[in-house]
Structures are given as C-alpha cells and as structure tokens.
C-alpha cells in the first residue's frame, strides 16, 4: 500500500510540471490568434476571401436572406469540396440572417455574375472571383 502511494506521489511530481507545460504552449499558441482567427476558425479553408462573409454580415440585415452562388466546374478533388461547405459555414457566420433560394443577397464564389441575372449588381468584390450581389426586382 505505501509503495503505491509512493509510486502515484512521485508519478504526480513528474507528470503535473509537463501538463502545466503543455497547457501554457497551447494557451500562448491560442492567445497569438487575432479576433478574426477566433471568429472565423475553419472557415479559412472553406471561404476564400473572408472579407467577403463580413461584408456580407455588415450590408445584409440581420432579418435579411442571402444565397451562396459557386462556379458552374464540376467538383474533381479536394480542393473544390469547400465549395460545397461555403453554403453550410455562410450560414451559421452570417446568423440569424437566413439562407433562401430567391433571395436578393447573393454570396457568390467563382460564379459568373451574368447567370445570376441583368438585375445583378456588384456590391462588393475582391476581384479574383469572390463578391456580394444584390438583385434588385
């Protein structure tokens, strides 16, 4: 019985100074993170512009609908899946403002703005293929 208390004694003075380590690189890793990193996590990899989701979220009222648009090439490997996640990670950044078929607003990634309509007009873009529209009826 004291050799098992001796043993977990010693295994804690070991072990409890690595754990505290580890906890204080990984809290310095997370604190070099700016507030757009934080807020928009995962959602680098999906959206290829992030500017384009704050703007949206700036210019589209919060009881607004938006639409994400993707270019018409089909998908052949990895890198062209995040175009099917845009819309789901669009849709939770830009609560409680709410995706719709027919809305007005339209995200659109690589997409040729003529397809969406003469009505269509450019809001914002940044030029390689990222921008907000608004179709006025």
């Given at each position: 019985m004291v050799l098992c208390v001796v043993v977990s004694s010693a295994t804690v003075l070991v072990q409890f100074p690595r754990a505290i380590a580890r906890l204080d690189r990984r809290t310095d890793r997370s604190e070099s993170y700016t507030y757009e990193d934080r807020e928009f996590a995962a959602g680098n990899s999906i959206i290829p512009n992030k500017q384009l989701l704050y703007e949206a979220r700036a210019l589209i009222p919060p009881s607004g609908t938006?639409?994400?648009?993707?270019?018409?090439?089909?998908?052949?490997?990895?890198?062209?899946?995040?175009?099917?996640?845009?819309?789901?990670?669009?849709?939770?950044?830009?609560?409680?403002?709410?995706?719709?078929?027919?809305?007005?607003?339209?995200?659109?990634?690589?997409?040729?703005?003529?397809?969406i309509g003469a009505k269509a007009r450019i809001i914002w873009s940044d030029g390689a293929g990222s921008s907000l529209l608004r179709v006025n009826r």
């Open positions: 938006f639409r994400v648009v993707t270019g018409p090439r089909p998908i052949k490997d990895v890198r062209d899946l995040t175009r099917l996640y845009a819309a789901d990670f669009a849709r939770y950044f830009l609560m409680p403002r709410r995706p719709a078929p027919g809305s007005p607003w339209v995200i659109c990634l690589g997409c040729d703005v003529r397809l």
